[in-house]
């Protein structure tokens, strides 16, 4: 078995191919996540590997009160964020692309309305959210999502970015929201 747990190289992006009964496994957060043989792997090494955890709190705390609302959680990943969402008290419908991604977040709970597919796809099939947390990819939201996020004007979105130029893209597509903190 491969474990990457521990590692701690800024920007380092590691692929293996598993067989066999191999399993890949590296602890995220609190829980702990594994990958069967078959699948490719790769795995982003973060030069804090608690500085994930930190990110995903403050972005849940800048939701504010969780209790009783409705909340999207968008770019969703294996649902680390919906976790601590759901543990706060709000229903929440969590999107992601990967399908694997959400079969791990399936897996893990908490029983939530999860979507398998890309955000713009399923905005339709979406109950309108009070809340949001957005982490899209490097490429920023569609515009069809920012459009969304417009017009259903949840009271609050906490977006989380990996890439400066596309947040600043994406923040002149939501002209209806103050930016309060960067």
């Known amino acids: 078995a491969a474990d990457f747990q521990g590692r ?7 692929a293996e191919r598993l067989t066999g009964d191999d399993e890949a496994a590296d602890a995220l957060g609190r829980c702990q996540l594994a990958v069967d043989a078959g699948h490719d792997l790769a795995v982003l090494v973060l030069i804090h590997p ?28 294996i649902g680390e964020t919906t976790v601590a969402l759901a543990q706060g008290g709000a229903s929440v419908e969590s999107v992601e692309s990967d399908r694997r991604a959400v079969d791990e977040a399936e897996r893990r709970g ?9 955000v713009e796809h399923v905005l339709a099939e979406l ?16 515009a069809r999502v920012a459009a969304a996020l ?25 002209p209806g929201y103050d930016l309060t903190d960067v």
């Open 50 to 77: 608690a500085m994930g955890d930190r990110v995903r709190a403050h972005a849940v705390e800048a939701l504010g009160p969780l209790a009783g609302r409705h909340v999207w959680d968008l770019y969703a990943g």
């Open 127 to 142: 109950r309108a959210p009070e809340l949001v947390v957005t982490n899209p990819p490097r490429t920023g939201m569609d």
């Open 8 to 14: 701690s190289q800024l920007g380092v992006v590691e």
């Open 150 to 174: 417009e017009r259903l004007r949840p009271r609050r979105v906490v977006y989380v970015s990996c890439d400066p130029a596309t947040l600043a893209r994406d923040l002149t597509r939501l």
């Open 110 to 118: 908490p029983p939530v309305r999860r979507h398998a597919a890309r």
